[in-house]
């Protein structure tokens, strides 16, 4: 299957600075990418999503770039807050629409 | 918050039981979708369903099965549980055209001793 990774297992930042979460893939023929987070106990979550002709897509506070030239995705997160904190998924789709998940990156905010 | 509902939330069994996790959805999602997780680990697909009577095996193998009968059913099943099945197993839905992102369930944390 697709391989998703996450380049930082852990991250910690300062309530207030903005955040950026890594992760790399390796087929270049998934068309579709979505960051997830997960908090203690919990499934995950969908944050925000991003089709392989773009380049980038802004939502509340968070930001995500595709660079399809070196198979990267990054997800930038404005004004860290507390609630923040949790472990955040990229994953890609692959073929037959299933989707496939990296390691995951644990984001601490240092209040 | 998305409508999809997974039981039992916590789950402790001797080994050799035989255990069925429950997924419920009310989205009329026709994909449907079982991760497992082991704690601070990635999410590996061990079964997928396109549709009712759809069942296929995902990248991680494993003694679990599934079925589909209801579109909005999809329930995991292992026949005789051990230690070694101990994780944590996420269900999840998406539409077959349209938005494709997966909605997650709260998982079941499933320990067997």
């Known amino acids: 299957g697709e391989s998703v990774g996450l380049h930082l297992p852990t991250l910690s930042v300062q309530e207030g600075d903005n955040s950026i979460i890594n992760c790399a893939y390796s087929?270049?023929?998934?068309?579709?990418f979505i960051w997830y987070k997960q908090e203690s106990g919990k499934g995950p979550q969908f944050i925000i999503d991003?089709?392989?002709?773009?380049d980038k897509r802004q939502g509340q506070r968070v930001t995500v770039l595709l660079n399809k030239t070196v198979k990267h995705l990054s997800l930038q997160i404005a004004a860290t807050q507390p609630g923040d904190s949790a472990v955040y998924f990229c994953?890609?789709?692959?073929?037959?629409?299933?989707?496939?998940f990296g390691t995951g990156t644990s984001l601490t905010v240092i209040p | 918050e998305a409508d999809i509902y997974q039981t039992p939330r916590y789950l402790v069994i001797g080994t050799g039981k035989k255990i069925t996790l429950e997924c419920s959805q009310t989205?009329?999602?026709?994909?449907m979708y079982w991760y497992q997780q082991d704690p601070g680990m990635e999410l590996h697909l061990i079964h997928y369903?396109?549709?009712?009577?759809?069942?296929e095996k995902g990248d991680l193998s494993s003694e679990s099965t599934v079925s589909r009968i209801r579109t909005e059913h999809f329930p995991l099943t292992l026949e005789s549980a051990r230690p070694s099945h101990t994780s944590q197993y996420l269900c999840?839905?998406?539409?077959?055209?349209?938005?494709?992102?997966?909605?997650f369930g709260q998982g079941t944390r499933l320990t067997v001793v």
């Open positions: 999840a839905s998406s539409e077959q055209t349209g938005v494709p992102e997966a909605f």
């Open positions: 087929n270049s023929a998934s068309d579709y």
């Open positions: 991003i089709r392989s002709n773009m």
């Open positions: 994953a890609e789709r692959g073929s037959g629409n299933q989707f496939y």
């Open positions: 989205m009329g999602h026709d994909k």
């Open positions: 369903s396109y549709g009712v009577n759809s069942t």
